[in-house]
């Protein structure tokens, strides 16, 4: 709530511009800022949360496709499975009706699709999964392709359509 209320106060964001970049900050004031700076970072964010709504609808064969080509950029899989984390933890929230505020506010509706289409089992084998290859990834010598291959593999398939 405080950054949402600087990022509107300070920098002239709109309240519900505000309100998300505040939440997709997950604390990191400056990236908070600049996101609103530099609006490139929002439709990063964007594509790698459709990605991985792609990822969770779609067949192994679409998973593994897609692996191939995130695993030519090693650095580049930091920041995105990072975010996918965040991703997973508001599905998890939500299967299990925490009533705490979502990270990916602007997913909200569609997260609430796959909630009903995943257990919290299936959800929390997933995060787990997500952070497994993050800190594999950032520790080791292991190939990206295979990591996040074992990682897609434990990802549930929740036949819901992409566009909610």
């Known amino acids: 709530g405080e950054i949402a209320h600087a990022l509107a106060g300070q920098f002239?964001?709109?309240?519900?511009?505000?309100?998300?970049?505040?939440?997709?900050?997950?604390?990191r004031v400056g990236w908070a800022i600049r996101a609103l700076q530099e609006p490139e970072l929002l439709t990063q964010r964007e594509s790698a949360l459709d990605m991985l709504e792609r990822l969770v609808a779609g067949p192994l064969t679409e998973r593994f496709k897609e692996s191939e080509g995130l695993a030519k950029d090693r650095l580049a899989l930091y920041p995105l499975l990072s975010l996918w984390q965040t991703w997973w933890r508001d599905l998890l929230l939500l299967v299990e009706h925490a009533g705490t505020p979502l990270t990916n506010l602007d997913r909200a509706a569609h997260l609430r699709v796959v909630a009903l289409h995943c257990s919290a089992e299936e959800v929390y084998e997933a995060l787990n999964a997500t952070r497994t290859a993050l800190h594999t990834l950032m520790t080791t010598n292991v190939q990206a392709r295979l990591a996040l291959d074992v990682m897609l593999l434990q990802y549930p398939r929740a036949r819901v359509p992409h566009a909610v």
Do not use: K
């Open 12 to 27: 002239g964001a709109s309240d519900e511009q505000a309100s998300l970049v505040a939440g997709a900050s997950s604390g």
